[in-house]
């Protein structure tokens, strides 16, 4: 290697150094005003800092990328931070959010949103519909109630976390369905998945609906026509002739559920998954409410009811 190589090498390793920079677990309360203009990955990490203002970073950092706040004590992000830069990747998780800070500076950069173990309690038209780019949004173990109809367009979401929360009603995605292909609302308290908030999900590769109460699953197979990857565990699963369709999964479906899901009837309580068949659950009916069943019959059985009347008529 000649001596200017070396040199070129140097020089590209002290920028890169330049700008990568680390200010984690200093215990700084607010942003150091001195950094390098040069910042392009900027950690905050592990600090005390409790609000976010337009002067710490606008109009200084015109390459700044990435920027990593989680870990401190933000309360608040005031309006109109962030200009003059090209954030696509902003992390918050583990502060004291309590609504989702407004970013409008970042409007046409702004790729993946961290906001897990926040105290957002709802996400509104408007929180993110401006967000042209955002693919990623994180919203894990906040305390959120309601997800508004229509929150999500105007995105190109692919990936919404929103497991850890509160919610009863399934979120209306349907806005990006061109572009969703993961969803995880797990740990929620969500009952019923209504099979109209799901059916135009073409793309939607894996759904995590792990530890919620939902008893029985629609048939995801025919619904979800590219889904390969479904998380349901600790579900107090009704296993009924409705549920058959997860006795004919593929090969390559991967599904995460629990030994003994069987909630009810209580007679497979005890009763691992792979041990009840296909037929067994077929013959089980659903219970839909003390008095309201729904017998499911094959096409094997309709034909064979088929042929009996046939049978009978010439008889009579
Ligand atoms: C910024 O200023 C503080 C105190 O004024 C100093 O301790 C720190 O080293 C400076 N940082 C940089 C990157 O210049
Ligand atoms: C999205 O939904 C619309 C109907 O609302 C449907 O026509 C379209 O095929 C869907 N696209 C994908 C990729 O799921």
Redesign the pocket.
Known sequence: MDILQILWLLGFQLKVYAEV?TFQGQGLTSV?????EAAKDLSFLGNAITTIQPSDFNDKYPDLTYLHLGYNDITSIERGCFRGTIIKDLSLHYNELTIIPDLQELQSTLKVLKLGHNKISSILIGDLNYLTQLGHVNLDYNTITSVTDGCFGGTRLWNINLEGNQLVDFPDIRAVNITLKILNVAENAIAVIPEEEIDNLEILESLSLTGNPISCLPEFTLLLPSLTTLAVQQLPLQCCCMMAWMKELSESFSIEMDTRPCVSPSKWNQIPWDQITGEMLRREPCEIDASHWIRCLNSFIDILMIEEEINVVPLM
Request: charged content about 0%; overall charge neutral.
């Open positions: 920079l150091p005003p001195n950094i390098s």
